[in-house]
């Protein structure tokens, strides 16, 4: 077997373009190294349409300048790719075929990459170990008995796993970062509107955002390159034209770091802090300068998710009624449909948001929770917002823990919530942030995660891509970390 | 009389005139094949988002300013939550918390009385899509799913059917008039719901909603219906429900629907999809500019060319035919009316034609009005030829010829019949000289008759009383 994916993008690009491998011959080497009973990262692969796609862009020159071509990517189960089933990992759209792509999708296309599959996750985004899917639960390629985080689990395994190099996924309460950390892998969630959400199956769509997930840094902020774009489609997308991975090797001497005290506080694991600590040594000994401060209502954003995101949830979900597509069990009275389909349709944790978020959004309950939730909401974005004023950017752990055994949510539906603590707060701003590799604990990877200001995603990847280079981990799966 | 006072608050939802529909960009057209005019938007597909239309808030500025509300410049939408099969989200996009327009006025003119009906407010929403039952299944059709629509609410400040059927037309013609609008009741691109209760005191009664009513006549009568019922139900010691009933026409009678639940929920929140829309004094303004000439400007040139106020509010209330008039500069406005009031709307009507679907082009239409004016034919002629004007590309003078229509304006001619006439009817002439003026249209019968109507009127008419008086 060949291990072309191994290798850089670079080096790959280089193997292309020199004509001495074709696109096929990756998607030859992706299709033999997913061994999909093992570690279940995708719901649906598409080997027809891979290599089909494969052969057609081995007939075209290989563009010098677009390092994406002919590379094989898995995409989320809530992203439209135009004739392949689109689940998003739940009962009531098991045999949805999409008949659009998302706006990210046609870019994807466009970019000459090669949609391997789409990838496990959670039931519509809801949960983050990738547990609440209607189908297998996906693997975390380090030990098969603990979770890969979610909800874009799938996505990060196949990262992980070497299955591509490139993943998307989407992320509304840490849905690409904490599966990132527990995979040993790098996820961006962009600022809000970065990266059109049309042909994304809203979960909560003021949160909602799609973001790459790679390998490496630099390989991150290249695909970043690729799918942003303001969308006609997306009114929430805005004009974008820049190059991410312009501060990439720039020195980060002076660079202004702020860590919240809630941060390293005791919702944090001890060893998890230890790892932290470390990373915070190295960028003082750097020269950046690094101070702790306390944020207004930072310990509030998972109250706040729960009522914003359920709220949106509750009203996004309603459209799986059985009665346009989607399960569709057949009933005497139009009430009857509705209560079957969506009983036998939706998932426990799907049916548990919906109902809190119907709650929460009744009549006066409007006004005591969603609203309210709101306007602290706005006010937690200011009090970052302020921040950013000093600092350039935000770090602390991206996850309270290392990955977790499998089960271990089953019982405590607020349990899955904790994990989020120290993610919630970027969708809640809508700012951009990344979660890169910092290093492992018991043989598995934890990740930290770096805060920016809006717009501000290079700046990020400069500070991660001096930290993945300083510490050079060892990110191959298998690798002994004890 | 009745010791009840009725008061009534109008709901009206309008279509607006928009190439696109509100968030999608199908086509808005009404009465293609089902389904036709629909993609996945429409349809509420997963991962769809919605994209504002700057047309249809285009159109809700006009509707807005000649309603004479105050403009919103800072507005967003709402997501109006409930499970229907015509609803395709389950959620409907509006304006619950800010609507485009807000304290306006609409400005009735009951006998001579001018009374302001306040508008409340004034907002966009998409419209559903529609329902055909049968009896073991329901269809839907999304062509209407979608189309933009504006709610207009009044305020409860309308106390008699006749309040209420002014306002509605004269809502009709400012927006039919503003170009916001078909207003077609019959094709469901006007709709209305009126609320009436009744009440001995100044405190008000309990609502009822009538839904949905066919016609702006019908509305008066549902109204006036649903006044007595309720006062019959009052007088009998029964209390009333807050209910919602519709009006069938055909009983003249309103029927109960559903009686309202308390606490109906829609879980209103504002729509994460479209940002706030911001409107700029500037670009209102430009908007209002653009607005076109409002009815209340033709009727008073209608009226100053001396067409009777009847014929005006008919010609302002018949949009295409007003249209149609405005193309022609120098034309006897009162001929002319009289002309496409009469036997051209008559033709119209029973073609089911507009009259620019029409063969009646410019030329044919002016020269009509001309030869009519001058006598070269007259109303009876033109009642003959009709069908031919309005239905063949042929211009008028070769139709006239083809048809053997040319009437007698020999003046010698003419005289000819009239000296036939006197002759023959001495006794008459004698009583016309005595004073009886009345002798004259006998005379002037018998002269049409002779010359089996291909005189003009006029001239034979003027030429008679002159070849009379000459007698004297």
């Avoid at chain 2, 691109?189 to 009664?205: F, Y």
Wanted: proline content about 3%; charged content about 30%.
């Amino acid at each position: 077997m060949s291990n072309y994916l191994d290798l850089s993008i670079n080096e790959i690009h280089e193997l292309l373009v020199k004509g001495k491998i074709k696109p096929i011959d990756l998607v030859n080497e992706s299709f033999n190294k997913i061994d999909n009973n093992k570690l279940n990262a995708f719901i649906t692969l598409d080997l027809e349409g891979a290599r089909k796609r494969a052969m057609e862009l081995g007939e075209m020159e290989v563009p010098q300048d677009n390092l994406l071509f002919g590379l094989p990517i898995a995409i989320k189960d809530n992203i439209m790719v135009d004739g392949l089933r689109c689940t998003c990992a739940s009962h009531i759209l098991e045999n949805f075929i999409s008949i659009y792509d998302a706006s990210v999708v046609e870019l994807i296309k466009n970019a000459g990459m090669i949609i391997i599959g789409k990838t496990n996750m959670d039931e519509f985004a809801m949960g983050s170990t990738s547990e609440t899917s209607y189908f297998k639960a996906p693997i975390n390629p380090w030990n098969k008995d603990k979770v890969p985080g979610g909800s874009s689990g799938g996505s990060a395994v196949s990262v992980a796993a070497g299955y591509v190099p490139f993943a998307l996924g989407s992320d509304t309460g840490g849905s690409i970062r904490q599966p990132s950390s527990f995979n040993g892998i790098v996820g961006m969630k962009p600022t809000y509107g970065r990266v059109s959400r049309f042909g994304l199956v809203a979960f909560a769509s003021s949160l909602d955002q799609i973001g790459p997930m790679t390998r490496t840094v630099y390989e991150n902020a290249i695909l970043l390159n690729a799918i942003s774009k303001k969308d006609p489609k997306d009114m929430t997308s805005f004009e974008t034209d820049e190059d991410f991975t312009r501060l990439i090797g720039k020195d980060i001497k002076d660079m202004k770091i702020a860590i919240p005290n809630y941060f390293v506080s005791n919702v944090v694991e001890k060893s998890v802090l230890e790892v932290f600590n470390k990373i915070v040594n190295l960028l003082k000994s750097k020269g950046c300068k690094i101070d702790y401060v306390d944020v207004n209502h930072i310990d509030k954003a998972v109250t706040l998710y729960q009522i914003i995101a359920m709220g949106e949830a509750s009203s996004n979900l309603a459209r799986f009624d059985g009665i346009r597509y989607g399960l569709s069990e057949k009933e005497n009275t139009l009430e009857d449909l509705y209560k079957k389909t969506r009983s036998k349709g939706f998932g426990r944790e799907v049916k548990r948001r919906i109902m809190v978020g119907s709650y929460i959004l009744s009549g006066e309950n409007a006004k005591i929770y969603y609203n309210k939730a709101l306007e602290i909401r706005d006010d937690l974005k200011k009090s970052f917002e302020k921040l950013y004023k000093e600092y350039d950017l935000i770090i602390g752990p991206t996850s309270s823990r290392v990955a977790y055994d499998t089960g271990l949510n089953d019982d405590d539906p607020l349990r899955s919530f904790m994990d989020d603590i120290l993610v919630m707060h970027a969708n809640m701003g809508g700012f951009p942030c990344m979660s890169v590799p910092m290093g492992f604990i018991d043989n598995l990877p934890i990740g930290l995660q770096i805060m920016g200001k809006t717009f501000d995603e290079a700046k990020i990847y400069q500070l991660g891509s001096f930290i993945e280079k300083e510490l050079n981990l060892d990110l191959k799966v298998g690798a002994n970390h004890e | 009389m009745s010791d009840y006072k009725k008061t009534i608050g109008i709901e009206v939802h309008v279509e607006l005139k928009t190439k696109e529909k509100l968030f999608s960009p199908s086509s808005n057209l009404y009465g293609n094949l089902a389904n036709t005019n629909c993609n996945i938007i429409d349809l509420g597909y997963p991962g769809v988002l919605p994209v504002l239309n700057h047309e249809a808030v285009s159109l809700a500025i006009r509707a807005a300013s000649v309603l004479n509300c105050k403009i919103r410049t800072k507005m967003h939408f709402d997501r109006k939550n409930y499970f229907y099969p015509d609803n395709p989200k389950n959620f409907q996009i509006t304006e619950e918390r800010t609507p485009i327009g807000y304290d306006g006025y609409v400005e009735i003119d009951d006998d001579g009385v001018k009374k302001k009906i306040e508008i409340l407010e004034m907002h966009i929403e998409e419209d559903t899509c529609k329902s055909i039952h049968s009896k073991e299944r329901t269809l839907l059709d999304f062509n209407r799913a979608g189309v933009p629509l504006v709610e207009i609410v009044t305020k409860p400040c309308i106390h008699t059917s006749k309040e209420a059927t002014l306002y509605l037309e004269k809502l009709r013609e400012l927006l039919l008039y503003a170009e916001v609008s078909d207003c077609k009741i019959e094709e469901g691109s006007m709709r209305c719901d009126a609320n009436v209760s009744i009440s001995k005191t100044e405190e008000l009664g309990t609502k009822v909603e009538v839904k949905n009513i066919g016609s702006i006549t019908n509305v008066g009568l549902a109204i006036e219906y649903e006044g007595k019922r309720q006062e019959e139900l009052l007088e009998a010691s029964e209390k009333l429900r807050e209910e919602t009933r519709r009006y069938d026409a055909k009983l003249n009678k309103t029927i109960l629907m559903r009686v309202k639940e308390t606490g109906n929920d829609y879980r209103y929140f504002p729509e994460p999809d479209i940002p706030y829309v911001i409107l700029s004094q500037e670009e209102i303004e430009k908007v209002q500019s653009e607005i076109p000439v409002l009815a209340d400007v033709r009727r008073e040139k209608y009226l100053k060319s001396g067409i009777s106020l009847l014929n005006a509010n008919k010609l302002i209330a018949n949009k295409d035919l007003s249209d149609y008039l405005e193309e022609f500069k120098d034309i006897n406005l009162k001929t002319a009316s009289n002309l496409l009031l009469g036997d051209i709307s008559a033709y119209l009507n029973k073609k089911e034609l507009s009259i620019f679907e029409s063969k009646l082009d410019k030329n044919k239409f002016s020269d009509l009005v001309k030869k009519l004016d001058d006598g070269v034919i007259s109303n009876k002629n033109f009642k003959d030829i009709i069908v031919d004007v309005m239905e063949r590309e042929i211009d008028l003078d070769s139709l006239l010829k083809e048809k053997g229509i040319e009437n007698v304006v020999d003046n010698n001619l003419v005289l000819e019949i009239i000296n036939k006439v006197i002759n023959e009817n001495e006794k008459v002439v004698g009583d016309y000289l005595g004073g009886n003026e009345r002798s004259l249209k006998f005379l002037m019968g018998q002269v049409m008759k002779e010359s089996k109507g291909s005189v003009n009127p006029k001239i034979a008419n003027d030429l008679l009383i002159k070849t009379l008086d000459e007698r004297k």
